[in-house]
């Protein structure tokens, strides 16, 4: 059965043609949406609005990290509610200041500057790193060196950084100064760096959008290593990776090296908007009075909501993410349909025999949410999904391989 059947068969029972309809009509045509409406949910189980159940693998993008409607997050953001909800960043509010001071201590990085999301988080470390340079060596090093097939965000500047030419098309001309060299390839880089008297270099330990496809880890050091000799930014983007994504706080610390500015978001605010660049001690004054600012970065409802995720995310939390990951792993290498497996953590991409939108729709036609990047199916669950619950999803989308 073809996807737009599959999905005509999802659309007709379960999505309310008042939402879809309205959407349509008013909110404007960036997505592709799932022909499903999710009105309610627990932990990694959400419903629509016929009362149906899906096990949620993909946790808005990684975006949930303790699932949907978690207790102790809403209780923590709940009562911030109660309190303030909103002050302009004249003020000081007691959950950014204690938010940036954990960031810190489970870092080693010395400030942090919050935002909404993480094109934000990115606008700012990119901005660290020219300004870094400038200040250093003089205007005319301000070149970003980022990876073919990396994603960035889609700002015109953050687009300029995402080394993917389709993302480019429409928005001509994008932000000057930023030149992709093929991953992997340390000699290329290298090349590219001494030509542009680059500023930054900018990177993903693991690809997100671009196919959840992890660096070489000798590539990772060897980068680190170039960029510490020529004293250019070093830049780690951490939007999807971090937070306890790959079995460690952020995948940079799977690879024993310490970046010079990290970039974070999504999993980081558990479901409300929040980006956080975390700056190192080399680079900690880079940001003076007025030099940037995000009228909502540091919201402390935001801020509330992420105190109480990072406060769970320890080393023994962050064993059983890793004891997840090692049953999918097992469970889907070499399964039938499934012809590669790649990732760290909970953060997986199956590249699968069938196009990956038609086992995306099988799974959802039985229960389960699936995400895509580029050819492959893209799993996010939330990192404390039951087990029992993700053996169920796991058996799903094998079968919807292989059907």
């Known amino acids: 059965m073809k996807v737009p059947e599959l999905w005509s068969r999802v659309n007709d ?3 309310s043609m008042d939402t879809k309809e309205l959407d349509k009509a008013y909110v404007a045509g960036t997505y592709k949406r799932f022909p499903v409406e999710i009105v309610a949910g627990k932990g990694s189980v959400v419903k629509d609005p016929s009362g149906k159940e899906y096990i949620d693998m993909g946790s808005g993008i990684g975006v949930t990290a303790f699932g949907i409607a978690d207790d102790k997050w809403q209780q923590a953001v709940t009562q911030q509610l109660s309190k303030v909800q909103h002050m302009s960043n004249l003020y ?15 870092t080693g990085m010395s400030k942090v500057f919050f935002c ?3 094109a934000e988080a990115n606008e700012c470390a990119i901005k660290v ?10 205007a005319s090093r301000f070149t970003v060196i980022t990876l073919e097939n990396s994603f960035h965000g889609r700002t015109l500047t953050t687009l300029a950084a995402t080394g993917q030419d389709h993302y480019h098309e429409l928005f001509q001309p994008l932000t ?7 991953a992997n390839d340390i000699i290329a880089l290298e090349k590219a760096a001494g030509e542009t008297n680059a500023a930054a270099v900018m990177i993903e ?11 070489d880890p000798q590539y990772i ?32 610390m799977n690879f024993d090296i310490v970046p010079d ?10 479901g409300l908007p929040l980006g956080a660049t975390l700056i190192s001690d080399k680079c900690k004054d880079v940001l003076g009075f007025g030099d940037h600012g995000s009228t909502f970065g540091g919201n402390p409802a935001c801020c509330a909501g992420a105190i109480s995720v990072l406060s769970r995310i320890d080393d023994a939390f962050l064993s059983q993410v890793m004891a997840k990951s090692d049953y999918l792993f097992k469970t889907f290498t070499g399964a039938p349909g499934i012809e590669s497996v790649t990732g760290t953590g909970l953060m997986i991409g199956l590249k699968t025999t069938k196009p990956a939108s038609e086992v995306v729709a099988k799974c959802m036609e039985n229960g389960v949410l699936c995400l895509t990047a580029k050819d492959k199916v893209r799993l996010l669950p939330a990192l404390n999904i039951p087990m029992e619950i993700l053996e169920k999803a796991a058996g799903i989308i094998k079968s919807a391989c292989n059907d």
């Open 176 to 182: 000057p100064g930023f030149v992709s060299v093929p």
């Open 261 to 270: 500015v990290v970039s974070t978001a999504k999993g980081l605010g558990g």
């Open 205 to 215: 330990c693991i690809q997100g959008e671009g196919g959840v496809v992890p660096l």
């Open 92 to 106: 000081y509010t007691q959950p950014c200041a204690e938010l940036a001071k954990m960031l810190c201590e489970r």
């Open 129 to 138: 790193g020219r300004k870094y340079a400038a200040d250093k060596y003089g």
């Open 13 to 15: 029972k379960e999505l």
């Open 221 to 252: 050091k060897e980068v680190r290593k170039f960029t510490e000799e020529h004293d250019i930014i070093l830049i780690v983007d951490e939007v999807q990776t971090g937070n306890g994504r790959t079995g460690k706080l952020y995948s940079y």
């Open 116 to 118: 909404n999301s993480g």
